[in-house]
């Protein structure tokens, strides 16, 4: 296995066991990410907003709008990780924050100069979800490369609560600035927020070794074959991807009924409801803060099926909720679903950058992506049909229920007779 990383000549080697807080290079990645998410969790929101305000657009070209901001995730995220792993990842972030700083500008300077058009925000959402789509595929993939193999549990704790806080923090502030400056002010502040991105990218010292050359027979369509046939063969990373692509699946049907629960079953009323399902946000902030000390006191190997099958277990009492006092049950279940979901994000992402070839991180992790995440629509629309036929309480039962059951994947895996992840040995002159 090649070199995973250099540190530069002027670039001081981090201490052994060192604390990720005494860690530049990290640091720098996490402040810059903290800032470009809390901007794109503003954008969420001055985005249809602009549609709806300024132009003017109807409730399907709201609809519209919204697929195209996803639409890049189902389409190209299998080419993405195989192009990502020909170039260095960080460079490849590099461009991708520049790109999306330039997408997501011009939107405030057409707003300024009369010329806005809905077809310009169809075509900004879908570039800018492209920008993404290679974005956290690199991202992903350099994290390994940064951080030492002992510390990748932290640091993905770390960033992942920091996702969880733009979610929970991104749409007040997104209203906020937009009472503030209006729309336009929103975007700019999400355009400046990439800016922030490129030049903490730019501050970090350890470089990556250059991708291994490709051989004279490789084609794109061969190499996405072989990152799914990577995870398809492997004995652990299948199980993961079979039980967080379960999990979602559910996830999916949950997302859809609870809003349809809230307001028409628990009579919450309409202003309540966002601050109700904060509560995810809260459980999944703490999730990433705890999830490091879990895996150590728990095992790294271990925490991945006990977060699913016994963090998660409480979840259900959500679906219990009723009027009155007893709405209460709901955020409550809620916040263990953002707990558990989190400490088995950060608990699973791990794994997997432990046990892929560097060469192969890129092709990986997009096909984990690609699988998993291709599930929530599906789910969506599940729980939309099942509260139609069953009634909405019965199916969020049965969503909460689903959800958790998906730990069995990985239970019944040879993670159940692990404690701790195996740490690969380091490469031949690696060093930090």
């Not at 070209?61 to 080419?79: C, E, K, R, S, Y």
């Not at 991708?211 to 990152?227: F, H, K, M, N, V």
Request: include cysteine.
């Amino acid at each position: 296995m090649p070199e995973v990383a250099k540190d530069l000549p002027d670039a001081e080697p981090e201490r052994a066991g060192s604390s990720l807080w005494r860690q530049r290079d990290f640091l720098l990645l996490w402040s810059g990410q903290t800032v470009s998410e809390m901007g794109s969790a503003v954008t969420q929101i001055a985005l249809p907003l602009f549609a709806v305000v300024v132009l003017k657009a109807s409730t399907f070209q709201v609809g519209l709008l919204t697929a195209a901001t996803t639409t890049a995730f189902a389409v190209i995220a299998l080419p993405a990780g195989a192009l990502v792993d020909r170039r260095p990842k960080r460079s490849v972030m590099i461009v991708c924050d520049v790109l999306r700083l330039v997408i997501i500008g011009s939107i405030p300077v057409a707003a300024a100069l009369g010329t806005l058009t809905m077809t310009q925000l169809y075509v900004v959402a879908v570039a800018a979800g492209v920008c993404t789509v290679f974005f956290d595929v690199s991202y992903q993939s350099y994290v390994p490369s940064l951080v030492r193999a002992e510390d990748l549990m932290d640091a993905n704790g770390k960033l992942g609560a920091t996702g969880a806080f733009a979610q929970l923090g991104g749409p007040g502030l997104g209203g906020g600035l937009v009472a503030a400056f209006g729309a336009a002010g929103a975007m700019t502040a999400d355009a400046i927020s990439y800016a922030v991105s490129v030049v903490s990218l730019f501050g970090i010292r350890k470089r990556e070794e250059p991708p291994p050359p490709r051989r004279a027979d490789e084609t794109l369509r061969s190499q996405i074959a072989e990152g799914l046939g990577f995870v398809a063969r492997h004995r652990i990373l299948r199980r993961v991807v079979a039980c967080a692509g379960t999990a979602n699946l559910f996830s999916g049907m949950t997302s859809a009924l609870a809003m349809v629960f809230l307001v028409r079953v628990l009579h919450v009323r309409p202003a309540l409801t966002g601050l109700i399902m904060a509560g995810s946000a809260i459980g999944a902030i703490a999730g990433g803060v705890f999830a490091g000390r879990l895996a150590k006191k728990i095992g790294s190997a271990r925490v991945i099926w006990v977060s699913m099958l016994v963090f998660s277990a409480p979840q259900v009492i959500a679906a219990a909720a009723w009027r009155g006092w007893g709405v209460l049950l709901f955020p409550l279940g809620w916040a263990v679903t953002g707990f558990s979901a989190l400490v088995y994000n950060v608990a699973q992402v791990s794994y997997r950058q432990s046990v892929t070839p560097p060469e192969l991180m890129g092709r990986m992790n997009a096909a984990v992506r690609w699988v998993v995440w291709g599930t929530l629509p599906i789910g969506g629309v599940l729980g939309g049909v099942l509260g139609t036929l069953i009634g909405v309480r019965p199916a969020l039962w049965l969503a909460f229920i689903g959800s958790w059951a998906a730990g069995w994947f990985v239970f019944f895996s040879p993670l159940r007779h692990m404690r701790d992840v195996p740490q690969p040995a380091p490469a031949p002159g690696a060093t930090g």
